[in-house]
């Protein structure tokens, strides 16, 4: 007897993955789950997780600009927010930054104002070096959710 339309097990929400913010200031932003609290965490009893994603996305850069012009257009402004699962729309693209993220973002840089303004320069960073190293990928898969992640999003 075969069941449709049943979930067999399969995590979809968990660290890695891209999604799109569906509600809310960061609206339509693409952001990367650095941790899910299935079972809720804390004061949050319901299933969430804490994304770190692109407020602002890198512009086009083109040939004849020059350096200083093509690194202020490179620049990207990130955001890291604890969202409710209810408020995301999973990608089916993967990215290989959950690593450098976990160890850039964590609960408590959340909770603390001071930690979390501390940690965007590091957040910016780590997503600048992964823009400019677009092409460097473990896998073809990996590479393409990370050209995704990248782009804005048009609608």
Known sequence: VKSYGVNMGG???KKGRVVVLVTGRFAGRKA???KAHDEGHGDRKFGHCVVAGIASYPRKVTKGMGAAKKAQR???KPFVK???YNHLMPTRYMVDLSDKLE???SDETLTDAEARNAAMPKLREVFEDRYKNMGVAKTDKLAVGVQYLF???RF
Request: net charge positive; no cysteine.
């Open 11 to 13: 995590k979809i929400l």
């Open 82 to 84: 604890s969202v409710n």
């Open 32 to 34: 990367v789950i650095v």
């Open 103 to 105: 160890s850039v973002v």
């Open 151 to 153: 782009r804005k999003l």
């Open 74 to 76: 490179m620049r990207i």
